[in-house]
């Protein structure tokens, strides 16, 4: 038995020995279906007839215009439900079915991932409970009611922050409990081995398909990928398939009220290597190494860690990883909105924040992809009391 | 022979292992609930070092950390508690904490600064046997006892493992769950304990969801070394935590009670 699931140094599963059965089990299971054509025909089945896949790589001209390179928009805003979570969701619970597992837990900031949940449970006929922060709740409270509309059990969180970390530690000690009969459907490349590599190979499918399509339309790959990170699994869906090619990956974390106020959700840029939910990985955190509360505008990137593959790139300098700040966000928001008629995601908003910041760097024909993870409907209720309007 | 190990040698009834939260309320109350459970015949003290993420803990353990973080313990002051048990007693002290307060700290300086402390074994309770090898080596040579968990859901092949790796005694989690009071002993922990016995001699301890006589005497009858109680005995430093008086005669009264049976 050897510690098994690295990326570089980073990885691994910490977790109480009353998990480590159900990590080995779901390991053997997901090795197993690998080479199952049954299952990833469901799988495409599923993703292609239910999910909409794939997506479209939608060029903005308008944009374009204004920030003077060629930007392309890979929509996972239009995948059902309304983020890319959805692409892991409809994997882990054809896993969890075929394992068989009848229920299934997990935890959500934004709600999107909850959602994701929601609409696999339902589809696939299997109860769900959804862990998520009260002050998510609030936040995103259009979220908890499509949750509950499609039967699922909305369990608000009160310890802690009162946030998503807080979330994945209640979804954990149900697991702990329920391990027998139900599966973690972890939402993000965190957490122990299997999750970071399983979730990642799920959402790989982003990239995938970014890669044919604009090989298509330019004839060649983009000059650049950006990505918001959180625990970054929309990232590490767009990065993987190009992360062999010559070209900048840039992944955007929540800068919040600024970095240095200590308000934010930097992990990567200003985190330090540490221990949170079953992984190795950078890690908000204080001296003595308790985990830090995070700020971000975007609950959905309101996390202290991030994908243990996340760190690895980032100290091997394959990624760049940067901040976008709250206000640079909220206009970023609106400009995608009024440019293109697309309201993204805050979490999405992020990406587009940094093309905005960083428009310079870029000529004429060079290209920019933005993986925008999800559409900002969710959104518009917080960012009109942000401005004080009714919505 | 360890400080642990001689707690279990020629033993005819099961020792108490008293759990709480090291600092909690404050750093002076938590030394006299410390000191209130050894005077009522604790045989091996495990603090918890607080952590602001334990998993493994149901809300009694968890207030009772928020608390001793808001009091400022990290694991220097706790070191620091222990060297002041070891001021006035030789019962055997072990440490539950979370692996990143040890990654955190280095943790060849954890456990170098744990030993010269006095702790005599150190349970990680996130740290599980695939991922424990370099920990195990480094508390070696500190001299202090790796403790581990046993799950129900632990086979057969890992008893094996985790055992040979263990020193001191082996902590079974007697439900699937986290730390908290339970109504009654699951048939599941008895079976747990009779599977484990197969496969090793080390002393088994029960945990989790202990909190009275009646679940002593059947964990006692089913032949436990011990039994760790923690949740409960956190509970009372709750209730009584502005009344330290009173919280220590509650403490050394229901270790007294715990103790008779068995």
């Known amino acids: 038995m050897e510690a098994r699931g690295r990326f570089g140094k980073y990885g691994g599963r910490y977790v109480p020995e009353t998990l480590m059965g159900a990590l080995i089990e779901l390991e053997e299971a997901y090795f197993r279906v690998g080479n199952d054509p049954v299952f990833h025909r469901r799988l495409a089945e599923l993703q292609a007839e239910y999910a909409g896949r794939p997506t479209p790589l939608t060029f903005c001209a308008n944009a374009s215009e204004e920030l003077g390179c060629r930007i392309y928009l890979k929509r996972e805003d239009l995948v059902h439900g309304g983020s890319h979570k959805l692409n892991n969701t409809l994997g882990q619970a054809l896993l969890a079915q075929h394992m068989g597992k009848k229920r299934l837990i997990a935890e959500t900031g934004a709600g999107q991932h909850g959602v994701a949940t929601a609409i696999v449970g339902a589809a696939l006929g299997m109860p769900v409970e959804v862990y998520m922060g009260e002050v998510d709740c609030r936040r995103q409270a259009l979220n908890v009611f499509r949750m509950e509309l499609m039967g699922a059990k909305v369990i608000p969180v009160r310890s802690g922050t009162r946030t998503l970390k807080d979330a994945v530690n209640e979804a954990l000690r149900d697991w702990v409990a329920n391990v027998r009969d139900t599966h973690y459907l972890i939402g993000s490349v965190i957490g122990p081995h299997p999750f970071p590599l399983m979730v990642r190979d799920f959402q790989s499918v982003i990239g995938r398909e970014a890669k044919e399509q604009v090989r298509k339309k330019e004839g060649r790959l983009p000059d650049a990928i950006v990505a918001c990170v959180g625990g970054g699994s929309n990232a590490i869906g767009i990065f993987t398939p190009f992360i062999n090619d010559d070209l900048e990956l840039i992944g955007v974390e929540a800068g919040g009220k600024g970095v240095v106020t200590g308000e934010h959700s930097a992990t990567l840029c200003a985190g330090e290597p540490g221990v949170l939910h079953g992984t190795l990985s950078y890690l908000l955190q204080d001296a003595d190494g308790q985990v830090l509360p995070t700020h971000s505008i975007s609950a959905g990137l309101d996390y202290p860690g991030v994908g243990p593959e996340h760190a690895m790139l980032k100290d091997a300098g394959r990624v760049t990883y940067a901040t976008a700040n709250d206000p640079e966000v909220l206009e970023a928001f609106s400009f995608l909105s009024r440019t293109e008629g697309i309201i993204p995601a805050l979490e999405s908003a992020h990406a587009v924040a940094w093309v905005m910041q960083n428009a310079g760097r870029f000529d004429r024909n060079d290209i920019v992809i933005v993986n925008l993870s999800g559409r900002g409907d969710k959104d518009v209720a917080e960012v009109a009391r942000m401005q004080g309007r009714e919505a | ?262």
């Not at chain 2, 694991?75 to 904490?97: K, Y």
């Open chain 2, 1 to 262: 022979m360890s400080r642990i190990s001689g707690v279990f040698a020629g033993r005819k009834t099961p020792a108490f292992i008293g759990f709480t939260v090291a600092g909690d309320p404050d750093k002076e109350t938590s030394l006299r609930a410390a000191k209130a459970l050894i005077d009522g015949g604790t045989d091996i003290l495990e603090f918890g070092v607080p952590f602001s993420d334990p998993v493994a803990d149901g809300p009694v353990i968890q207030r009772a950390d928020e608390r001793a973080i808001a009091a400022g313990t990290n694991p220097a002051v706790v070191f620091d508690l222990v060297r002041q048990v070891r001021g006035f007693s030789d019962v055997p002290v072990v440490l539950l904490t979370y692996y990143n307060l040890v990654f955190r700290r280095g943790t060849d300086r954890f456990y170098r600064e744990a030993a010269e402390a006095g702790i005599d074994g150190i349970l990680v309770a996130d740290l599980p046997y695939e991922e424990s090898d370099e920990v195990a080596g480094i508390a070696a040579r500190h001299g202090i006892d790796p403790i581990f968990l046993i799950a129900p859901t632990t086979t057969d092949e890992r008893i094996r493992a985790i055992a040979s790796r263990a020193r001191g005694y082996l902590y079974l989690v007697s439900v699937l769950g986290v730390t908290g009071v339970r109504e009654s002993v699951d048939t599941e922990a008895i079976e747990l304990l009779r599977r484990v016995r197969r496969h090793t001699s080390l002393p088994l301890a029960p945990g989790f969801g202990i909190s009275t006589p009646q679940h002593v005497q059947t964990f006692a009858e089913a032949g436990a070394d011990a039994v760790i109680v923690g949740s409960a005995i956190v509970r009372i430093v709750e209730q009584y935590r502005n009344e330290p008086e009173v919280m220590e005669e509650e403490l050394r009264s229901y270790v007294r009670q715990m103790k008779r049976t068995g």
